[in-house]
């Protein structure tokens, strides 16, 4: 069973930076995706880039380009850096991995398997 843990958010002015970690844990997959989610309040879960973990290949959603930039390490760590953050980008940012895309990181949550706890993400203006 694969576990994620999401780490990293926090208050933040507008402008500012914060870099979140999500930690996978109890798989032996040999490739998959990682997707990076928020959910605003009354809203629905998002979809904000993500990353295929062996080839590194990025996506995101047009809104975050420019500012996001997703990331993986050596082991099982993949990270999202958020600079010039806006009061909109305030959400519960989740991570989740889908096992069977190995050259495309889905936007829809049905997509992917496993999911974070998420944590959250609170910009002031």
């Known amino acids: 069973q694969v576990q994620l843990v999401e780490s990293g958010g926090g208050l933040v002015q507008a402008g500012g930076s914060l870099r979140l970690s999500c930690a996978a844990s109890?798989?032996?997959?040999?490739?998959?995706?990682v997707g990076w989610f928020r959910q605003a309040p009354g809203k629905e879960r998002e979809f904000v880039g993500g990353?295929?973990?062996?080839?590194?290949?990025t996506d995101y959603t047009d809104s975050v380009k420019g500012r996001f930039t997703i990331s993986r390490d050596n082991k099982n760590t993949v990270y999202l850096q958020m600079n010039s953050l806006k009061p909109e980008d305030t959400a519960v940012y989740y991570c989740?991995?889908?096992?069977?895309?190995?050259?495309?990181?889905?936007?829809?949550?049905?997509?992917?398997?496993?999911w974070g706890q998420g944590t959250r993400v609170t910009v002031s203006s």
């Open positions: 989740a991995v889908d096992v069977n895309n190995w050259y495309a990181t889905p936007s829809t949550p049905e997509e992917y398997d496993y």
């Open positions: 109890g798989g032996t997959f040999s490739n998959y995706a």
């Open positions: 990353i295929i973990r062996n080839s590194g290949y």
